[in-house]
């Protein structure tokens, strides 16, 4: 298969090298898109010195200003999906994601369309919050899990795998999410047009440099915005399936 991680970087430029490093020894011949929102800390200019040291296997794509996480990922999967790519993967850029995971989830995503990476599948594991954050992440998911119906452990994550076809029926120019929600919001369009959702547990680590993301805006907008998702789904149209039913699709070899 073709395969291409897409990973949005904003000030990552402590981690991006490590992390490259680390995608090139766990998947060997796996494509990397680094999307850079204009990072004023030169994140942008190691993507491309590390691009011209991998040429091929490398790409970065420059965005003018930041503008959230989602846009990103939105302009990223643009990129990858006017290439001939069988799937997408998607992580972050401060290695809380470790690259160790990216076979188990390529493998999933073999008789799935979706691969959600999960933290909490067997128990729970996350390394270094403190326990006031993994309350919040996990209000947060049962929170999305009652007002979506979904019912998948971790909801609020970004370590996923998606068939090509499978990102192309969630119709990305329709996402308005900007911030984390993105996450949620692409995995409910998924669920809601009867794609084969599968979940692997993974380990998820604290940042060990630069700062978090999150701030009080990116959580009002998921607590609003997952009320949003649900309404639309009420009172929307029906989704558009993209992908034949799940018996007749064949796996990936």
């Given at each position: 298969?073709?395969?291409?991680?897409?990973?949005p970087?904003y000030?990552?430029?402590?981690?991006?090298?490590e992390?490259?490093?680390q995608i090139?020894?766990?998947?060997?011949g796996?494509?990397?898109?680094?999307?850079?929102?204009?990072s004023?800390?030169?994140?942008?200019?190691?993507?491309?010195?590390?691009?011209?040291?991998?040429?091929?296997?490398?790409?970065?794509?420059?965005?003018?200003?930041?503008?959230?996480?989602?846009?990103?990922?939105?302009?990223?999967?643009?990129?990858?999906?006017?290439?001939?790519?069988?799937?997408?993967?998607?992580?972050?850029?401060?290695?809380?994601?470790?690259?160790?995971?990216?076979?188990?989830l390529?493998?999933?995503?073999?008789?799935n369309?979706?691969?959600?990476?999960?933290?909490?599948?067997?128990?729970?594991?996350?390394?270094?919050?403190?326990?006031?954050r993994?309350i919040?992440s996990?209000?947060?998911?049962r929170?999305v899990?009652?007002?979506?119906?979904?019912?998948?452990?971790d909801?609020?994550g970004?370590?996923?795998?998606?068939r090509?076809?499978?990102?192309?029926?969630?119709?990305?120019d329709?996402?308005?999410?900007?911030?984390y929600?993105?996450?949620?919001e692409?995995?409910?369009?998924?669920?809601?047009?009867?794609?084969?959702?599968a979940?692997v547990?993974?380990?998820?680590?604290?940042?060990?440099?630069g700062?978090?993301?999150?701030?009080?805006?990116i959580?009002?907008?998921a607590?609003?915005?997952?009320?949003?998702?649900?309404?639309?789904?009420?009172?929307?149209?029906?989704?558009?399936?993209?992908?034949?039913?799940?018996?007749?699709?064949?796996?990936?070899?």
């Open positions: 298969m073709r395969a291409v991680a897409v990973i970087t000030n990552e430029r402590e981690n991006l090298n992390l490259v490093l090139r020894q766990q998947c060997p796996l494509h990397i898109l680094i999307v850079d929102d204009n004023p800390d030169g994140t942008g200019v190691l993507a491309d010195e590390l691009a011209a040291a991998h040429p091929g296997e490398v790409a970065v794509l420059h965005r003018e200003r930041k503008q959230g996480l989602g846009r990103a990922y939105v302009a990223g999967f643009e990129y990858v999906l006017a290439q001939e790519y069988d799937v997408i993967l998607q992580m972050d850029a401060d290695l809380s994601h470790s690259p160790a995971y990216l076979p188990k390529l493998d999933g995503i073999r008789d369309d979706v691969v959600l990476g999960s933290r909490y599948l067997r128990g729970v594991n996350v390394v270094n919050w403190d326990l006031k993994l919040l996990k209000c947060a998911t929170y899990q009652i007002v979506t119906g979904m019912n998948f452990t909801l609020t970004g370590f996923k795998c998606w090509r076809a499978a990102l192309e029926s969630i119709q990305l329709r996402v308005f999410a900007n911030g929600l993105f996450q949620i692409t995995t409910y369009q998924a669920h809601r047009r009867g794609l084969r959702i979940e547990p993974i380990i998820f680590y604290d940042r060990q440099v700062l978090s993301k999150i701030d009080f805006s959580i009002r907008e607590l609003l915005g997952v009320v949003k998702l649900r309404v639309r789904a009420i009172f929307g149209r029906a989704p558009k399936t993209a992908l034949p039913p799940a018996a007749s699709r064949v796996p990936i070899p």
